[in-house]
């Protein structure tokens, strides 16, 4: 049995995709900014997440910019037809490489034809509306104009699904009683959980939560508790983590990203790492001593 089997399935919109993706972030140069210090490796990396049976990939037009998305398309169009792309607007890059909103009709109308135009597509499968009232975490504030744009461009045939990135539960319901959501991309993982209910309420409608930085991202997972658990079971701490996340909930959709294709089969493995119910104790407590 393959890894992906191991996985598991989710309904992202009206596709069943593996609980295994990949994220497509780490694509970029440093600070996902630029192009890659490789372009033939992170060609590999991809097609070899295909190879695995990867059907979801995560990205954005605004990593890079751009970036991420042309090497999708030289690696992997005409894509699988199965095969899931989401995508994320509601941001984009300076100059320098820092991190502002662009929250207006025009610029997520923009950065949908980017998204389309770089990874020759006609139609996106999900577009992530991203909230940046915060760019350290979800914070407050509405997004009701920005919905409405994208349900304009799901009506115009451009999107198919529309989900949301960085928002908070009263996000989610306010956005709910505009259009369908598929899907919430939010930061959890073994240590951060402050969407433990979010998580819950979420899998109780059939709707998919796909943890981002679900390793940790710039400050990657540190524990001594982490590493003894990874040791007794024979595998990375990376791998426990991730193989948390698989056993957390059923919704959860997992886009761990590398530039290295070891790392990725690293990554895909951990859907065959077993938790009994003292090691997922042991794992819960983590949290706890964190915070």
């Known amino acids: 049995m393959s890894t992906q089997t191991t996985a598991g399935n989710w309904q992202l919109g009206d596709r069943s995709v593996s609980r295994m993706g990949y994220g497509a972030m780490q694509l970029a140069g440093k600070g996902v900014f630029g192009p890659p210090k490789d372009k033939a490796a992170a060609l590999a990396v991809l097609r070899a997440a295909i190879e695995s049976g990867v059907n979801h990939i995560d990205t954005s037009d605004f990593y890079g910019p751009h970036i991420t998305n042309q090497l999708i398309r030289e690696a992997l169009h005409p894509y699988a037809d199965d095969l899931v792309i989401v995508t994320k607007i509601g941001a984009r890059r300076d100059d320098q490489g820092a991190w502002l909103p662009a929250f207006s009709a025009a610029e997520l109308t923009q950065a949908v034809h980017d998204n389309l135009r770089n990874l020759g597509l006609e139609q996106l499968d999900v577009v992530n509306l991203r909230a940046m009232f915060s760019v350290h975490g979800p914070a407050e504030g509405s997004q009701d104009e920005q919905l409405e744009t994208l ?141």
């Open 151 to 291: 349900a304009e461009l799901q009506r115009q045939g451009l999107v198919r699904h529309i989900g949301l990135s960085n928002v908070t539960p009263k996000q989610v319901d306010d956005a709910r009683k505009i259009v369908d959501i598929v899907c919430v991309q939010n930061l959890y993982n073994l240590v951060t959980r402050e969407d433990e209910a979010l998580v819950d309420s979420l899998a109780a409608d059939g709707i998919a939560y796909v943890p981002f930085f679900p390793l940790g991202g710039f400050s990657p997972l540190q524990s001594d508790k982490l590493n003894s658990v990874a040791a007794e079971l024979g595998a990375t701490p990376m791998q426990v983590a991730l193989a948390w996340l698989l056993h957390r909930s059923p919704n959860l959709l997992l886009i761990p990203g590398t530039s290295s294709v070891a790392h990725l089969q690293q990554n895909l493995a951990a859907a065959s790492v077993q938790l009994d119910d003292e090691t997922l104790a042991t794992l819960n407590a983590i949290a706890v001593s964190a915070n």
